[in-house]
């Protein structure tokens, strides 16, 4: 019933910026952590970067240190992706996820659209 809905996504040359939003909608659970993926034509899923709920504790691909940063608005159970300096090998199809207390990855955004041209 608890759904993630992601925004924000788009096309941007190399070193712009985005913002990518993932709000929880529906039913409320106990979020443990949220993070994101994301996975390029092609290509398996790849790690980007996830925050916990409670002491908002990060962690990093290391692809991706130096210029994302994952933020949380525990009030409108929303997590946020800050993308600076994006780089081709930056585009992909960015999905959400959130980690109950009893599950984990127990949900998942609808993804969105990340192009970065050259």
């Known amino acids: 019933q608890a759904q993630l809905v992601e925004s924000g996504g788009g096309l941007v040359q190399a070193g712009g910026s985005l913002r990518l939003s993932c709000a929880v909608s529906?039913?409320?659970?106990?979020?443990?952590?949220m993070g994101w993926y994301r996975q390029a034509p092609g290509k398996e899923p790849q790690f980007v970067a996830t925050?916990?709920?409670?002491?908002?504790?990060?962690v990093y691909a290391n692809s991706v240190k130096g210029r994302f940063t994952i933020a949380r608005d525990n009030a409108k159970s929303t997590v946020y992706l800050q993308m600076n300096n994006l780089k081709p090998e930056d585009t992909a199809i960015y999905y959400c996820?959130?980690?109950?207390?009893?599950?984990?990855?127990?949900?998942w955004g609808q993804g969105t659209q990340v192009t970065v041209s050259s």
């Open positions: 996820y959130a980690d109950s207390t009893s599950t984990v990855r127990a949900y």
């Open positions: 925050i916990s709920w409670t002491g908002a504790t990060t």
């Open positions: 529906g039913r409320t659970f106990s979020i443990s952590n």
